[in-house]
């Protein structure tokens, strides 16, 4: 928080509270609402029948040597969705620049790198360890459904960036129509693959792809621009 205040508009810096007390504050709801959303989640997905994290249930069970393969899998597919993002942002910048926000990226380099650490936590928490399941569990037990499912929460994840979206471009008025199908559809087609990396390898691997293309796309996207 006291990386990223210096980089928000001068009407969203004002806090109710002193800054450390503000920080201790914040901690404590995301520990609590983000332990209550994973303890959820992880129910949803045993009676979903999916194996959570089976690096993690190795570890904790000791009943097998866990296997880090599928991390490093989850770590390649991050990297090549930061470039991906990369790639298609410089494209929009060059045909429709006044389409995106001047200001994409935190600050600073360490600034991006403890807003990658905590939005690839806590987003795959909410978006894949509980909303996913829920929808899982929700919808009948049929391929087409598991699609659905995969498709609605990627298309929520992407919805969930409006709110930074509009700040970034100083207002709901001045966010031009084309940008919601950029936040929308880059967003989504991201939330497609931390998704499939969550239904193939679990919970770590959808973090850590989530943080590998954040770490891409903020840090080196700081680092570039």
């Known amino acids: 928080m006291p990386l990223l205040l210096p980089s928000l508009p001068p009407e969203a810096r004002k806090l109710p509270l002193s800054l450390s007390a503000f920080c201790v504050l914040l901690a404590l709801?995301?520990?609590?609402?983000?332990?209550?959303?994973?303890?959820?989640?992880?129910?949803?997905?045993?009676m979903n029948k999916?194996?959570?994290?089976?690096?993690?249930?190795?570890?904790?069970?000791?009943?097998?040597?866990?296997?880090?393969?599928?991390?490093g899998y989850a770590g390649f597919v991050g990297f090549a969705c930061g470039a991906v993002l990369l790639s298609a942002v410089a494209m929009i910048?060059?045909?429709a620049p006044h389409t995106l926000p001047?200001?994409?990226?935190?600050?600073?380099?360490?600034?991006?790198?403890?807003?990658?650490?905590?939005?690839?936590?806590?987003?795959?928490?909410?978006?894949?360890?509980l909303l996913l399941n829920l929808l899982l569990y929700c919808m009948s037990k049929t391929k087409v459904a598991?699609?659905?499912?995969?498709?609605?929460s990627a298309l929520i994840f992407g919805a969930l960036h409006a709110p930074a979206f509009i700040v970034l471009f100083g207002g709901l008025e001045h966010v031009p129509a084309i940008?919601?199908?950029?936040?929308?559809?880059?967003n989504g087609l991201l939330g497609l693959a931390f998704g499939l990396a969550f239904l193939k390898w679990g919970i770590g691997a959808a973090i850590v792809?989530?943080?590998a293309t954040d770490l891409v796309w903020h840090v080196a996207g700081a680092l570039t621009t």
Do not use: D
């Open 29 to 46: 709801q995301m520990t609590v609402l983000y332990g209550l959303f994973a303890f959820v989640g992880l129910r949803l997905a045993r």
């Open 50 to 71: 999916l194996e959570p994290s089976s690096t993690f249930s190795a570890l904790w069970s000791g009943t097998k040597q866990p296997s880090l393969m599928p991390i």
């Open 93 to 95: 910048r060059m045909l």
């Open 102 to 129: 001047t200001m994409l990226h935190p600050p600073s380099p360490i600034a991006a790198l403890s807003a990658s650490v905590a939005g690839s936590f806590g987003e795959e928490i909410l978006c894949r360890l």
């Open 146 to 152: 598991n699609i659905a499912a995969l498709g609605i």
């Open 179 to 186: 940008a919601w199908a950029w936040l929308i559809g880059l």
């Open 209 to 211: 792809a989530h943080f």
